[in-house]
């Protein structure tokens, strides 16, 4: 017995041995989050708007990462005074904390 496998951005046409081409960007409208899907030979791009990042846009840059221990209200008035400040700013707030951190 035999199987027939195409390369990256191809797929096996319905009951046959030969490859067809796949537009993902087609196919998945929704592809790229916050950017415009190029269609490619062996698969896909996202080219991203301003400010975002990532394989499919969905990240955003500016992001702020706060670790929360015994001075949480402190942490979370400071990360408070930054999202209002900084409109690209996102929090994450990790509890408990990590440990080895202070």
Sequence with gaps: ???????????LFQGSTWC?????????????????????????QCDC???YYGPTCRERRGA??????????LAIAVCAFVLLSESTARLEIIYPLPRGSK
């Design 49 to 51: 708007e301003p400010g």
């Design 20 to 44: 067809e081409a796949i537009d993902e960007c087609s196919e998945t409208p929704s592809l790229c989050y916050y950017g415009t899907c190029r269609d490619l030979d062996d698969g896909y």
């Design 64 to 73: 702020v990462t706060v670790v929360v221990g015994a001075q949480a209200q």
């Design 1 to 11: 017995m035999y199987g027939c496998r195409c390369p990256a951005g191809k797929r």
